[in-house]
């Protein structure tokens, strides 16, 4: 179902707005310790009207299946799963379908999880080894305005912050409609193994065990385990070391994506599949360090490093016997790499003419991979069209300068200079070999002004104005482009300059708002290609959008929260619409606290879609969906449900639109047959004069119906 734009934003203005994004959940047993400030200038550190501070209690409520999932509670951003729940979402994000990854950048604690010329898709962004206890909040910018963030930080970056500490050990067991499981557990050393009661040390290990068979009528048969630990030990007074260590596994059916036509003939139910065997199985093994030197009152020094490797097998059949009606149109696609990389960070007050903040630094990463894309049926791979080791290197030095010129002018400018250098061999006969490299100079500057506050000629006396910010934002950003696109001579780093012009203030000292308008521009939009399950050049792209966000306490007992994003994207070529380019996003939540209970009602809402370039194409659906999530706490007991789509609309997850030749008979799990026996099936459509140019049709992943899932947590 989709929301038609009077509804939808009367609901986004009516439902906007939580509780106070920096206030900490005073019922959390999970409070982190206060990360010390070194060098500290000022109150304020938001340099863009849509920087980012997401808590956990933004996320904890909400029905969530893997840690990917938890970027829904930022601002504008929404996610999508076409090929069960072990593949990387999509991710949508001002005006991006941003496929698996491609123009959003996510560290997690310090650690790049984007995965450069990867099997499936460039950027590739896996993050269900993520548990969603661990998490403190997230952080980062939306658009390329900082000098520290580099690769796919176009149109955002996000970190994900782990807990430093937890100050109990906890158990939690989640069980739900499909079959569905959580086990989790988190173990908090009070003494021994970190030093008794030493508070110069600290750490904690947890474990997630997730199964889940899906609401389809094949069985997701979904398995992921993950193991995380962090620790931190003071070897000084001027000198801390901490680190973290994760494993993480999984491996998945899928029901893939089905075509419209099927479904609304009978032959096929939409949570039915044309090729069960789909799915795949995923790795992944990590491991940081991070050294934080004072080395005087107004100088720090933090370096750190990690090492990950990683490793995918998925199976995919997107157009099921378009090209091959012997052996169906299966794909395998698997990555196996080692990357290893890190950052190197200076920070030190400057005594200019006026107050300032130096922050220089650098960052590496290194990764050698071994790509391939072949083909299979029902999982048995009949040979590899492509077969390439691929070693790239990137470095990305920078120079951050934060200036008070006045008490209510504050800039922060900057330049990152991005050089990336690439080898690529094939393994196949005429597969393609070569190397290259690319550098790129990316210009930062940041404008915040507080026009009607303290020490300004125009300062009011109205809060609202005397707190109001205006935010003015430069920056070219980049992305960069699979390595084997530089064997065609095209550019490795993409790149991405964006502008944004906003404000933000406080209303009552209980409301607080962000509207602002922005644009992006990139030098090659990367669109879907589905005979592949991956994407293309498309040339030049700009988007337009603008973008409210507001959050309100309207008591000690209610919370609203709310974001509204609508965004214009074209290619340049032609000013067609960029084919998948989201262009409006609600999000919105009531919130209601009563003693040792808290519950939760959301709504998320995605507009229709251009299917292609063309403005008379049939658009892709949009949904709106409500959740509702509730806790109860009492120690050390906590009891918690989540209703994940509340009404039962029947919604899209995820669709595109594309050809495909499906032969299968009524009624049967198809085995893509040589003989086309398909007289008296209204599969006859894909018969084999159909079959030569395949028919036109939407491709969906249905959303998840009305479903119910509870856990039970103890605290010791």
């Known amino acids: 179902m989709c929301v038609g734009w009077p509804v939808a934003a009367l609901l986004a203005l009516a439902i906007c707005a939580p509780a106070r994004a920096h206030d900490e959940d005073e019922g959390s047993r999970l409070a982190p310790e206060a990360i010390e400030e070194i060098l500290v200038t000022s109150q304020r550190h938001v340099t863009a009207s849509f920087a980012l501070t997401v808590p956990a209690r933004e996320f904890e409520l909400r029905p969530l299946e893997s840690g990917g999932q938890m970027i829904e509670a930022v601002p504008g951003a929404m996610t999508a799963q076409h090929t069960g729940g072990g593949k990387a979402e999509q991710y949508f994000i001002r005006g991006f379908d941003a496929d698996h990854g491609t123009d959003l950048a996510v ?17 590739y962004l896996d993050l269900h080894f993520v548990s969603r206890e661990t998490i403190e909040r997230l952080v980062g910018t939306k658009g390329p305005y900082l000098p520290r963030y580099g690769d796919f930080g176009t149109a955002a970056t996000i970190e994900y912050v782990p807990y430093r500490r937890v100050e109990e050990s906890s158990v939690e067991f989640e069980a739900g409609a499909w079959d569905t499981f959580r086990l989790f557990g988190l173990w908090s050393p009070r003494s ?4 008794g009661a030493d508070p110069d040390a600290r750490g904690y290990l947890s474990f997630e065990a997730y199964g889940t068979d899906g609401p389809f ?39 893939g994506l089905i075509p419209e036509r099927r479904v609304k003939s009978g032959d096929l139910s939409r949570l039915g599949s044309l090729d069960p065997s789909e799915g795949g199985e995923t790795s992944r093994l990590q491991g940081k360090l991070q050294l934080d030197w004072r080395l005087a009152e107004n100088r720090l020094l933090v370096a750190s490093a990690y090492l990950a490797s990683y490793e995918l097998e998925m199976f995919s059949n997107f157009t099921y016997a378009l090209a091959d009606p012997h052996a169906c149109d299966g794909i395998v696609q698997r990555d196996g790499r080692v990357y290893a990389g890190g950052r190197v960070e200076y920070q030190q007050f400057v005594a200019l003419p006026w107050p300032s903040n130096l922050h220089a630094g650098l960052e590496w990463r290194y990764d050698d991979a071994r790509v391939r894309l072949g083909h299979q049926t029902r999982r048995r791979v009949t040979g590899f069209a492509r077969d390439h080791d691929i070693r790239e290197l990137s470095l990305g030095p920078y120079l951050e300068l934060e200036v008070f010129p006045l008490e209510w002018v504050r800039f922060i400018g900057g330049l990152r200079l991005e050089r990336a250098a690439f080898d690529v061999d094939s393994r196949l006969a005429g597969g393609g070999s070569g190397s290259g490299d690319d550098t790129l100079w990316l210009p930062k500057a940041n404008w915040i002004l507080s026009p009607f506050g303290e020490g300004s000629p125009w300062v009011s006396e109205n809060d609202a104005l005397r707190g109001l910010e205006l935010f ?10 699979d390595a084997r696109s530089g064997l065609l001579d095209e550019r490795i780093l993409t790149r991405a300059p964006g502008a944004e012009i906003g404000v933000r203030t406080r209303l009552f000292d209980r409301v607080t708002f962000s509207l602002g308008g922005f644009w992006l521009g990139l030098e090659d939009e990367l ?18 959008g603008v973008e409210f966000v507001a959050r309100a306490d309207l008591s000690e007992r209610f919370y609203l929260r709310g974001d509204l994003t609508y965004t214009s994207a074209r290619l340049t070529r032609g000013d067609v619409p960029v084919p998948q380019a989201t262009r409006f996003i609600a999000k919105a939540a009531l919130g209601v606290r009563a003693g040792n209970w808290v519950a939760e009602l959301g709504l998320r809402s995605l507009g229709d879609r251009y299917a292609g370039e063309d403005f008379r194409n049939p658009r892709l659906s949009g949904y709106t969906v409500l959740d509702l999530g509730a806790r109860h706490r009492r120690s050390p007991w906590e009891f918690g449900l989540a209703i994940e789509n509340l009404t039962g609309t029947r919604w899209r997850s995820s669709e595109f639109h594309y050809a ?34 395949g028919i036109d049709d939407f491709h969906f992943t249905p959303g998840n119906p009305r479903n119910l899932r509870v856990w039970l947590r103890y605290r010791f």
């Open 107 to 123: 560290y997690f604690d310090g650690v790049p999880v984007n995965l450069r010329s990867h099997a499936h898709g460039q950027g």
């Open 192 to 195: 021994g193994a970190f030093g």
């Open 217 to 255: 009528r094949e069985a997701e048969d979904l398995r992921r385990y993950s193991l995380f630990g962090r620790g931190e030990v003071r070897l000084s007074p001027d000198l801390r070391l901490s680190g973290h260590l994760l494993a993480y596994s999984a491996d998945w059916n899928a029901s």
């Open 472 to 481: 003015l934002n430069f920056g070219v950003g980049f992305h960069s482009n």
């Open 527 to 544: 669109v879907f290609v589905g005979d592949e399950g991956t994407t293309e050049s498309a040339g030049r792209s700009r988007r337009l």
């Open 660 to 693: 495909s030749c499906a032969l299968s008979e009524r009624g049967a799990v198809p085995a893509c047959p040589a003989a086309l026996a398909l007289a008296g099936s209204a599969a006859a459509a894909d018969a084999p004069s159909a079959a030569a140019e």
